[in-house]
């Protein structure tokens, strides 16, 4: 299948400026740029579709070779549609990222800072020490076992 | 056998609920099933003994020729037996063990039993996978049954320790099996162990098989896992650590033994690991003061000697293995039972706490003097028989020349002689008078308590007297090693005097020796105590993990979105540019457009995109994005694609929108960005992402050598779907499952719109004004004309609820403008929708129009006019939206077609002519109502609500 020059260089034109907005960090360039990657991710599915045609509408004289292939015609029409939902919900995230921060931009996650500040010294050395208490049974309740005596073992962690 | 498999299975799984109603009778309830299977077993006896087998197979997955079979022989047999047999015996204990009371009482014994399937399940399994599906199984419930304690941190930690241990042994042991049955070409064990494949992939199959068999049999350097097991309840112990679960290793061992006994290695790694964990198992029991630990480090010893002994692969040196794994199965789950009743008794198990037991309780001193007995190879117990028995057969091989025969021989030897002494010093231990402690208090034996570890030692001194007997019924298992020269060894009491017999009493009398020195033996033990020992070595080992994964994770975690999201795109573009650096299919025509305009477009679009890049403002930013979105409707309607077109452009129109009532409340200017270092970085990937897309792209359009699917598209879409426009009827019918988790994907993202600004609930409180009451005022206002004259705030609303708004926010021009055009949108919407089966339209469209006709309607009239326009709640529209379609694909169900079929109806009607009906519309509709639901979500999220808190800030500054 032949390939249309322009169309390709759209689309990595397209690409290239939504994958630049989308490395920033304020999240109202992210959000620009996933409607740019989407739009270019439509571009590529058309240019799938090889060579321009007719609308494909079944009718008149127009034969199946003379139409647009319409298989990736129904994908962008949905593609078109998600993009519109995802990017609704990326403008509810702005909102309420600017609601709760007065800022847009993404921050580093706190935890993940904390946890390369702390390096390795937050692991713990909690082992089990490998002795087993000498009883499962309290001492004192050998010969008048009550309802609660089992519970009540002389460690006091057991239950 | 699969059916009993299948009864250990559910009777475990109704187990718990029945605990309520039981109590500890459950156990008697549980120990039915593994006394069904040992009567089972005994059944099939006379067969097994007459050199037969017991198969059966049920198939599993054909398709890899794995099957589900059971197979009984001789081997397999005994084993079973000591499965079942002590499992009811110590499932009949626990009732006795346990009280009412006890927490998780229900979830144990079901374990329990559910491990008593598993077990069996192992030693009838003739599947290698099968096997191992079995073994990880009491792996899993072994772990479970020694945390039964969950509140204690020893309990949980022993717990993990031995299912690490055991499960890594078992993953090695899958790789081995897996190498095993690839090169026999069989999974069968019995075919396997039949005609053993030969050679180093051999060798190093059965050395992974080892591994795992020596870590689930507690063998050095593997050892450590199972003193520390003994935190679980005791009757655990007795059944997984005596005679079930570290069985299993010995079981694999001598299941492989006739087969690959003679492979290198074999037998020098087994003997070799096999003495050293003997001797180490018996000198630490020696210096424990805990009587559970003493059996538990003598059960490690016991495991290394059965190791040593099983692994040996002589004739002779396997009957006595196999006497030898049955009378350690009976002798030591009776000693761990008795340690369960003389903690009972005393309260303590700690040997230097305990004084005058056995006056006290005479009955436990002799059952538990009869397993002991046995253990230390005294006569005429069956233990002694199987001594005498391990002692012939490692003399003969080492007089015959046999270097590692003198090994094995003299390490169970000086083995058995610590066997002897903390066999005598459990026995001290538990039940002699001991200076400066008070004497045990009086006590009542309980027969019920009694009975299960007392039958399980007199059938170790039963055993010794039938010993012939035994030998018949087991050396049909010894018989499939090779015959070697010279007459067989046959098991029985008496042999006459004989070298064997002279080492055994060496060895008593060594035994006795120590334990009579034992106070040396203790300082002597405490001055050789070093740091390092396998416990310590795993719990480095696991810091070390948990501080690898601290740094891995801080390193790859960094927390920014930035950075995961240039690794993610870093990585495509190596990995797909290395790809395509080796393609060889490059297409073979290339055009610079379809027709100039394309050229045009193209160049305003590709300007926009990156002049977005550069925008320092947010409204210039989100225009220029727009413009590549008009563009791209400008390129689908030049390229024949209608439908795309009138959808991205209504599109463009609400993100447009969307965008706008967010960027209300945010600056103008976008903040500062990345370094410039950064950007530099940024744009080198981007370029590359653009660079790598377009190449792919070209790749795969030259790829495409085949006509595409879509030619008979329109012949189906108009003869099937009933309809010209082939796009809609795809969408609804022919690929109508893409569609619906289009739809579902839609209606997630509304929701979460909806929930990111509607904090508290999904419904929203748009003020519902009462149409017919504002339309009354609205008429009334019209008649009185003066009302037009009158002043600014009086001024006459289009709308209904065009007064709710500060006269300064209200547009006469748009509050016409929408009047006048809010019903004729929503007609050419509802027409859209029926008429885009057959030409440009469909749900989408019809939907993003009714969506921005009420867009209008709320930026003329504000939040009580949008309440106004849209009297429904969103997320009732996609509801039933949702249900419209799902019941287009599943109503055809019921008239016994596929999901989504449809059907069509057509006729004359009165005054509007022909026209046709197909039932595929229904779904249009629903995808109608979702998108309508998605649209109105946005508005009143984004909009309505927005201004309600803008209000209710403005209202409390």
Redesign the interface.
């Known amino acids: ?26 999240l ?3 959000l ?1 740029g996933f ?2 990657v989407g ?2 991710t ?3 599915l ?14 008149g004289d127009v034969t ?2 003379q ?5 990736p ?6 593609a ?10 990326l ?6 990222s ?2 709760l921060s007065q ?4 921050e ?6 904390a ?2 500040r ?3 010294t ?2 713990a ?19 008048a ?1 009550s ?2 005596a ?2 009540a073992a002389p ?1 006091g ?3 | 056998m699969l059916a009993l498999l299948v009864a250990f299975a559910v009777v475990s799984v109704v187990l718990p609920p029945l605990t309520r109603l039981l109590g500890r009778r459950i156990f008697w309830v549980a120990a039915l099933v593994p006394l069904a299977a040992f009567v089972h077993t005994i059944a099939v006896g006379p067969t097994i003994i007459g050199g037969g087998t017991v198969v059966e197979a049920v198939p599993w997955i054909p398709e890899l020729a794995l099957s589900l079979t059971a197979r009984l022989d001789v081997l397999s047999w005994v084993l079973a037996l000591v499965v079942t047999g002590v499992g009811a015996l110590v499932l009949l204990y626990c009732s006795s063990y346990f ?1 009412d ?3 998780g009482l229900g979830r144990f014994a079901g374990i329990l039993l559910a491990f008593a399937g598993a077990m069996y399940g192992l030693v009838v399994a003739d599947d290698v996978f099968l096997l191992f599906v079995f073994w990880e199984l009491t792996s899993v419930f072994s772990y479970l049954l020694i945390g039964h ?1 969950t ?8 717990a993990l ?1 031995a299912l690490l241990v055991t499960t890594l042994g078992g993953l090695v042991m899958l790789v081995g099996l897996v190498l095993l049955a690839v090169e026999t070409g069989t999974s069968r064990l019995s075919e396997i162990i039949a005609t053993p494949p030969e050679g180093a992939l051999a060798t190093t199959a059965v050395m992974l098989v080892l591994v795992g068999a020596l870590s689930k049999s507690a063998i050095v350097p593997f050892h ?1 896992w199972l ?2 097991a ?2 679980a ?2 009757p655990v112990s007795a059944y997984l650590h005596a005679a079930a679960m570290v069985k299993a290793g010995i079981y694999l061992i001598a299941r492989f033994a006739p087969g690959f006994a003679e492979v290198p290695l074999w037998r020098e790694v087994l003997v070799i690991l096999g003495v050293a964990t003997m001797l180490i198992g018996g000198w630490t029991a020696l210096r424990q ?2 009587l ?2 003493v059996l538990a480090h003598g059960t490690v010893s016991q495991l290394g000697f059965l190791t040593v002994v099983v692994g040996y692969g002589t004739r002779d040196a396997a009957l006595a293995g196999l006497a030898l794994l049955l009378a350690h199965a009976l002798f030591k789950s009776t000693l761990f039972l008795a340690v369960g009743v003389v ?8 040997l230097r ?1 305990i004084s005058g037991l056995g006056r006290r309780a005479p009955l436990l001193a002799i059952v538990t003097a009869i397993a002991l007995a046995s253990m230390a190879g005294l006569p005429p117990l069956f233990g002694f028989v199987a001594k005498e028995a391990v002692f012939t057969a490692l003399l003969t091989d080492a007089a015959d020349g046999a270097l590692i025969g003198w090994v094995a021989l003299v390490g169970v030897a000086a083995g058995s002689a610590l066997t002897v002494a903390y066999s005598a010093r459990f026995f001290w231990g538990a039940f002699a008078r001991k200076s400066g402690v008070a004497d045990a ?1 009086p ?1 009542a034996e309980k027969a019920g308590f009694l009975l299960p570890p007392a039958l399980l030692a007199i059938s170790g001194l039963a055993l010794g007297f039938i010993a012939p007997l035994i030998d018949t019924a087991i050396s049909g298992y010894s018989r499939t090693f090779p015959e070697a020269g010279g007459e067989s060894y046959h098991l029985a009491l008496w042999h006459g005097l004989e070298p064997a017999l002279a080492i055994s009493a060496a060895t008593l009398l060594a035994g006795l020796g120590l334990f009579w020195q034992r106070a040396r033996v203790l300082d002597l033990q405490r001055n050789a105590v070093s740091g390092v020992s396998a ?1 310590t070595m795993y ?1 480095s080992s ?2 070390t993990i ?2 690898l994964a ?2 891995t ?2 390193l790859t ?6 950075f995961y ?2 690794v993610i ?1 870093v990585v495509f573009v190596l990995v797909v540019g290395a790809a395509l650096v080796t393609n060889r299919t490059w ?9 100039p305009a ?2 045009a477009i ?1 160049v305003i ?2 300007v926009a ?2 002049a ?2 550069r925008a320092g403002k ?1 409204f210039q ?2 225009v220029l ?1 727009g413009v ?2 008009i563009g ?1 409707s400008a ?2 309607a ?7 077109a009138l ?2 452009i209504l ?1 463009e129109l ?2 447009l929108v ?2 706008v009532l ?2 209300r ?2 600056p103008a200017r ?2 500062v ?2 370094t410039s270092s950064h950007r530099l970085l ?2 080198v ?3 590359a ?3 790598v ?2 190449v ?3 790749v ?3 790829a ?1 050598t085949d006509l ?8 189906l ?2 003869v099937q779907g009933h309809g ?4 809609n009827v ?2 609804v019918d022919l ?1 109508g499952w ?2 619906m988790g ?1 739809l579902s ?2 209606i ?3 929701t ?2 909806a929930s ?2 509607f904090i508290s609930g999904r419904t929203d409180d748009l003020p519902r004004i009462a149409r017919s009451e504002a339309r009354k005022t609205l008429r009334a206002r019209r008649r009185r004309a003066e009302d037009l004259s009158g002043d600014e705030n009086s001024r006459n609303s289009w709308l209904l609820a065009g007064r709710t708004l500060a006269p300064r926010n209200r547009s006469i021009l748009l509050e016409v403008v929408v009047r006048l055009t809010f019903h004729a949108l929503i007609v050419v919407s509802v027409y859209l929708v029926f008429a885009g089966h ?3 339209g469909g749900g ?1 469209a019809g939907g993003l129009v009714a969506g921005l006709a009420l867009v209008g309607r709320y930026l003329a009239g504000g939040r009580h006019e949008l309440g106004a326009a849209a009297p429904v709640d969103a997320g009732r529209l996609l509801g039933v939206g949702l249900t419209l379609s799902v019941g287009t694909a599943l109503v055809p169900l019921f008239f016994g077609a596929d999901p989504l079929t449809s059907t069509w109806v057509e006729g004359e009607v009165w005054l509007l002519g022909h026209l046709e009906f197909v039932t595929s519309t229904v779904f249009d509709v629903g995808v109608y109502l979702v ?1 309508i639901g ?1 649209v109105l ?2 508005l009143r ?2 909009g309505a609500e ?1 201004d309600r ?1 803008l209000e209710t800030e403005g209202a409390t500054k």
């Open positions: 299948m032949s390939v249309s020059l322009v169309l390709v260089v759209l689309m990595a034109v397209l690409y290239a400026s939504g994958v630049y907005l989308m490395l920033e960090k304020s109202t360039r992210v620009l409607l740019l739009n270019a439509n571009l590529l058309l240019i799938m579709a090889g060579r321009a045609g007719l609308a494909p509408i079944v009718g199946p070779e139409m647009t292939d319409p298989l015609q129904a994908l962008i029409l949905t078109i549609v998600i993009t519109f939902g995802v990017s609704a919900f403008m509810a995230l702005l909102y309420r600017w609601r800022g847009d931009s993404l580093d996650d706190a935890d993940d800072v946890m390369r702390r390096g390795d937050s692991i050395n909690d082992e089990a020490d490998s002795a087993p208490a000498d009883s499962e049974f309290g001492a004192d309740h050998a010969d076992p309802a609660t089992r519970g460690d962690d057991r239950r | 009280r009371s006890e927490d304690y509140a204690s941190k020893t309990s949980r930690g022993a320790q450590f003193p520390a003994m935190a309840p005791t003061t805990d559970k630990l903690d009972h008794h005393a309260g303590t198990r700690d706490k208090k006590i416990s719990w696991m810091r948990d501080r601290a740094r994770t801080s975690q960094r927390g920014s979105l930035a999201l240039g795109l297409p073979t025509e290339l055009r610079l457009w379809d027709y394309q050229l193209g679009m590709g995109a990156v977005a890049t947010r930013a989100v994005v590549t979105g791209m390129l689908f030049l390229q024949g694609a209608p439908d795309l959808t991205q599109v609400v993100t969307a965008f967010v960027l409340r945010l976008l903040g960005t990345h940024r744009a990937i981007a370029i992402v653009g660079l897309m377009a792919v792209a070209v795969a359009l030259g495409r595409p699917i879509s030619l008979e598209w329109a012949e879409a108009f010209s426009n082939v796009v795809a969408l690929r893409d569609t289009e994907v839609v997630a993202a509304a979460g719109v990111l600004i057959n030409a440009p989408f998108v998605l979500d946005v999220s984004l927005v808190q």
